[in-house]
């Protein structure tokens, strides 16, 4: 089908035809594959009408708002352009984001998940925490900021009750520790980790596939079973992503 849509300048709203939209197989669950310029895009359907969070495009696809979503910015969305199959992240779901930065991933979950959804954001760093307060989750009745270090979940340990989800992207040596140690306490059995592995954050000499691989076996160790694994390339050079399922009896039996 005939593509109606031209790139113009940075955040003007954009119309693009159903038609477009519907090029592709769209099981719609908070975010569609758009034709935009030629090429498969994601977005997300805008759940602050008219707001941007990192300049992304807005785009009307039948009198609805969606933000396009970067795989060059968000690796969650180059997950989704690489294969990930089963995105455990829909309407309703809770999540616990560990490595929130300024929001750009966080902002396009938030709109996936829906007002009766919840992210708790995770985010060290004061500063960046600040411009993910300021610009996304005080725009956004879903997102909880938390700044703490996610190597002390008990520092965030409250009434918050178990998560669906863990998504950590924390780039650190230890992240699949710390990944892991917050799911013990946070993921319901049955829950899913998405955990982004930097393999240059753990060793710059191995191969990055070696390590990505590596770190899944941390995972199956601690009661996880492997869904997939998607590198990153060449949206997140030696980065993968790993999507596994938590069998709590599995390490408690
Ligand atoms: C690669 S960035 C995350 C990008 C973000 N996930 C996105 O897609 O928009 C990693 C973030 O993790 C944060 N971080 C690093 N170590 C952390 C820790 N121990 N606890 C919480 N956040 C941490 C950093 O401050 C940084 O903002």
């Not at 979503?69 to 690796?75: C, E, H, N, V, Y």
């Not at 984001?97 to 938030?110: E, P």
Request: aromatic share 8%; charged share 25%; hydrophobic share 40%.
């Amino acid at each position: 089908m005939k593509n109606t849509i031209n790139s113009t300048d940075q955040n003007e709203l954009l119309l693009l035809s159903s038609s477009s939209a519907n090029d592709f197989n769209n099981d719609f669950d908070g975010y569609k594959w758009v034709n935009f310029n030629g090429q498969k895009n994601l977005a997300t359907l805008n759940l602050i009408k008219g707001n941007v969070v990192y300049n992304e495009k807005l785009i009307l696809i039948d009198k609805e708002e969606y933000r396009l979503w970067d795989p060059f910015r968000s690796k969650l969305a180059a997950a989704l352009i690489k294969g990930l199959r089963n995105l455990p992240i829909k309407n309703k779901t809770k999540v616990l984001y560990l490595g929130a930065s300024t929001g750009t991933t966080v902002s396009h979950i938030s709109d996936i998940i829906g007002n009766s959804g919840v992210i708790f954001a995770i985010e060290s760093s004061i500063r960046v925490a600040r411009e993910l307060i300021e610009n996304v989750a005080s725009k956004r009745e879903n997102i909880i900021p938390i700044i703490e270090d996610a190597r002390k979940p008990l520092s965030y340990f409250s009434t918050y009750g178990e998560v669906d989800v863990v998504y950590c992207d924390i780039a650190q040596p230890d992240q699949t520790e710390i990944a892991i140690n917050n799911c013990k306490i946070f993921l319901k059995d049955g829950g899913k980790i998405l955990l982004v592995v930097k393999t240059r954050s753990i060793d710059v000499t191995q191969d990055p596939k070696t390590i990505i691989l590596q770190e899944a076996n941390k995972l199956e160790n601690s009661g996880f079973n492997i869904e997939q694994i998607i590198y990153l390339d060449p949206y997140d050079k030696d980065h993968g992503l790993i999507h596994a399922t938590y069998i709590a009896y599995q390490i408690n039996s």
